[in-house]
Structures are given as C-alpha cells and as structure tokens.
T-cell receptor
Framework: GAVVSQHPSWVICKSGTSVKIECRSLDFQATTMFWYRQFPKQSLMLMATSNEGSKATYEQGVEKDKFLINHASLTLSTLTVTSAHPEDSSFYIC??????????FGPGTRLTVT | DAKTTQPNSMESNEEEPVHLPCNHSTISGTDYIHWYRQLPSQGPEYVIHGLTSNVNNRMASLAIAEDRKSSTLILHRATLRDAAVYYCILRAGRSSGAGSYQLTFGKGTKLSVIP
C-alpha cells in the first residue's frame, strides 16, 4: 500500500520556539494532504486541508498564523507550529489522498512543549 | 456532516469473529461508509469502505444494511494485533473538490482482544 512518512516522530521544544513537521508521500503523488491533531484519549481533529500550490484551508478555530502549512510539492507538506506553548503539545498526524476513496496516514509526530 | 454512532468499547476473544456495529441513520444517498482503525501511538489505517453492497478484503468484511442506516465491520478471526480503536466514517460522495476527500473522525470503538 501507499506509504506516508512524518518527520520527526517526536520532538520536545521550549515554549516560544517554532517547530516544523514534515509529511511526505513516499510512493505516490498527493494533490491533497490533511493535518490532524489528537489529544490524549481523544479522536483526531482535522486542522487544515493542504493543496499543492495553493493556500491551505483551515478548520474553524484553528489559527492559520500559528499553524503554518506549506504544500510546495506533490509529495511534501509541512506544518510549522510557531511560538509553541504547552497547550500545543499533542499528537500531530498528516494524511495524503491517493484518490477520493483512499487516504493514507502518517505515523504521527508527538510534540511536547516545555 | 452525517454522523455515526458506535459503542465506546468492545471485547473479543482471540481467534473469534468480531462484529463492530455502526449506526448512521442520517446517511445521504451518496455518502460512502469508510472504516479506519488506529493502533496505539500510530496514525489511522484504512480498513475498508463501501457504498451499498457488502464488501470483502483481506483485512475485513463490511456488511451494509439494506436501508444503509447501519453497517457492521466484521473481523473474521481477531488477533492481538487487531486491538485498536475502530472508526466508522461517512465520506461525501459528491464531487466537491478536496471536501469530498475529508474524513471526520468520531470517538470510535476501542476493541480489546483477550488472549
């Protein structure tokens, strides 16, 4: 099956710093990628939809200036958490669509802000 | 978005079949029924999807009620590796660009497999 990777798999950063998370589709081209956030014992919450070559579409309540998304190529999307705070600590998961019927998820990135 | 209702948790004995139910009484005629599962500390994994007819693949079977208001994911022989949270998701079938690709996750069913 199609493979989506994320890097890093976990990161610890200090409050006020920025962190970049990469999401790559390894063996297919993805016009659309999605970013989710998952707090402990909760479900995945969609943060934004990322389309190659255009601006991301953010879900209601997600600050676009805080969570910067760049989808520069058909195989790479990045999420930058700017000026991170402890409440941003979470499990961030990306996914890439091979088609409307198939969406493949990355393994997730655990962010801890101290 | 049409919502789904699943039991919070279920238990199964190893090597026994498991039937995971999902209610989606407000499903529209063009909504697809998708199932994903998430193992601990991992991203979700696609399991199966269907529209009207029952579907089988190497992982599971999907039984869809005739009125499409409910469906059941069937794992034919549960293994310890099947312990996960299983999500039943409705996806819009209409052509609406990236929107038709969006998946809205509910709370899912946490499946425990007993050795």
């Amino acid at each position: 099956g199609a493979v989506v990777s994320q890097h890093p798999s976990w990161v610890i950063c200090k409050s006020g710093t920025s962190v970049k998370i990469e999401c790559r589709s390894l063996d297919f081209q993805a016009t659309t990628m999605f970013w989710y956030r998952q707090f402990p014992k909760q479900s995945l919450m969609l943060m934004a939809t990322s389309n190659e070559g255009s601006k991301a579409t953010y879900e209601q309540g997600v600050e676009k200036d805080k969570f910067l998304i760049n989808h520069a190529s058909l195989t790479l999307s990045t999420l930058t958490v700017t000026s991170a705070h402890p409440e941003d600590s979470s499990f961030y998961i990306c996914s890439a669509s091979l088609s409307a019927y198939e969406q493949y998820f990355g393994p997730g990135t655990r962010l801890t802000v101290t | 978005d049409a919502k789904t209702t699943q039991p919070n948790s279920m238990e199964s004995n190893e090597e026994e079949p498991v039937h995971l139910p999902c209610n989606h009484s407000t499903i529209s005629g063009t909504d697809y029924i998708h199932w994903y599962r998430q193992l601990p500390s991992q991203g979700p994994e696609y399991v199966i999807h269907g529209l009207t007819s029952n579907v089988n693949n190497r992982m599971a079977s999907l039984a869809i009620a005739e009125d499409r208001k409910s469906s059941t994911l069937i794992l034919h022989r549960a293994t310890l590796r099947d312990a996960a949270v299983y999500y039943c998701i409705l996806r819009a079938g209409r052509s609406s660009g990236a929107g038709s690709y969006q998946l809205t996750f509910g709370k899912g069913t946490k499946l425990s497999v007993i050795p």
